[in-house]
Nanobody, 124 residues
Framework: QVQLEESGGGLVQTGGSLRVSCAAS????????ATWFRQAPGKEREFVAA????????YYSDFVKGRFTISRDNAKNTVDLQMNGLKPEDTAVYYC?????????????????WGQGTQVTVSS
């Protein structure tokens, strides 16, 4: 069955770095855009970064641009998010998602598959 499994979350101090990973199985991952969303307590789930199927294009939200880097390995069916310069406001559950769509990449409704999330906590 379809599965997206995140790993790599944890606790880090302000200014630190963390890498979260997502392993996909049960579908043709290399044909899908892969994306990270996040959800902080009491807030809506929001777009963080996306990478298209062939990894030619990447997209970032303004609040992570220049600090986070998304990458993928289609041979391993994985997508990673390298997070540098972390701030307390980056604290959230980070979700991996996948869509065959090439539009609406920052919109949750365009995503078919979701992982369970991994907690990232940045202490001040």
């Amino acid at each position: 069955q379809v599965q997206l499994e995140e790993s790599g979350g944890g606790l880090v101090q302000t200014g630190g770095s963390l890498r979260v990973s997502c392993a996909a199985s049960g579908f043709a991952f290399s044909d899908f855009t892969a994306t990270w969303f996040r959800q902080a307590p009491g807030k809506e789930r929001e777009f963080v970064a996306a990478i298209t199927a062939s990894a030619v294009n990447t997209y970032y939200s303004d609040f992570v641009k220049g600090r986070f880097t998304i990458s993928r390995d289609n041979a391993k069916n994985t997508v990673d998010l390298q997070m540098n310069g972390l701030k307390p406001e980056d604290t959230a559950v980070y979700y991996c998602a996948a869509t065959p769509s090439s539009i609406g990449l920052d919109q949750r409704n365009f995503y078919q598959y979701w992982g369970q999330g991994t907690q990232v906590t940045v202490s001040s």
